[in-house]
């Protein structure tokens, strides 16, 4: 996984509240199980018309916010059914970052293992930040996860709480598997007094 430290990028504002996991990734995309490939499905009932051709009126369709890296979204954001999908896609289309006032749990969960970041904010820094996020490329927001600050392009900053251990492993990249290989030593020396102890198993 991809250690997250510290991110400047166009955030793109998606006013929508209880946006679904249905609406991020469409469930007739989920039958792959690579993570990568999913960024061009991304919101695409919304990003899309029936023709296929793109809806100009939709946020990450407009030039300003193709490059995205962060979305600054609305309350109860990923909710819905518990597809792991949705984070893949998230990152597959260069997403990093999600801050919204409140997210669904299992969502939340899964942005860790993936190696983004979910932020919550109040609703007054949201609102900050919607307004940020609406002047396009002409003003950045840096996330910085070591300071758990997210400072706006006027010099505003604002301080966001994380879980001293999920903020260790995003900044280290490691999700459930690279914290279990850390420990690999301990584990081989376990099966080794297993296999010595119970040499008929």
């Given at each position: 996984m991809q250690p997250f430290t510290k991110l400047t990028g166009v955030a793109a504002p998606l006013k929508v509240i209880n946006v679904d996991t249905d609406m991020i990734i469409p469930k007739q995309y989920?039958?792959?199980?690579?993570?990568?490939?999913?960024?061009?499905?991304?919101?695409?009932?919304?990003?899309?018309?029936?023709?296929?051709?793109?809806?100009?009126?939709?946020?990450?369709?407009?030039?300003?916010?193709?490059?995205?890296?962060?979305?600054?979204?609305?309350?109860?954001?990923?909710?819905?059914?518990?597809?792991?999908?949705?984070?893949?896609?998230?990152?597959?289309?260069?997403?990093?970052?999600?801050?919204?006032?409140s997210f669904a749990d299992i969502f939340y969960n899964n942005t860790f293992k993936n190696g983004i970041l979910p932020i919550k904010v109040t609703q007054d820094e949201l609102d900050k930040l919607f307004d940020d996020a609406d002047r396009g490329a002409n003003a950045t927001l840096t996330v910085d996860l070591e300071a758990q600050e997210i400072r706006g392009p006027d010099g505003g900053v604002i301080k966001f709480d994380i879980d001293p251990h999920r903020k260790h492993c995003l900044l280290n990249g490691l999700d459930d598997i690279g914290q279990t290989l850390q420990k690999v030593e301990r584990i081989d020396s376990y099966e080794a007094k297993a296999a010595a102890a119970r040499p008929w198993a």
């Open positions: 989920l039958k792959t199980i690579k993570r990568t490939g999913l960024g061009s499905a991304l919101f695409s009932e919304m990003r899309y018309k029936d023709d296929g051709s793109e809806n100009p009126d939709f946020i990450l369709n407009k030039p300003a916010y193709r490059q995205a890296q962060i979305l600054v979204a609305g309350d109860n954001f990923g909710c819905g059914s518990s597809r792991e999908h949705a984070p893949w896609a998230l990152l597959d289309f260069g997403i990093r970052v999600v801050i919204s006032t």
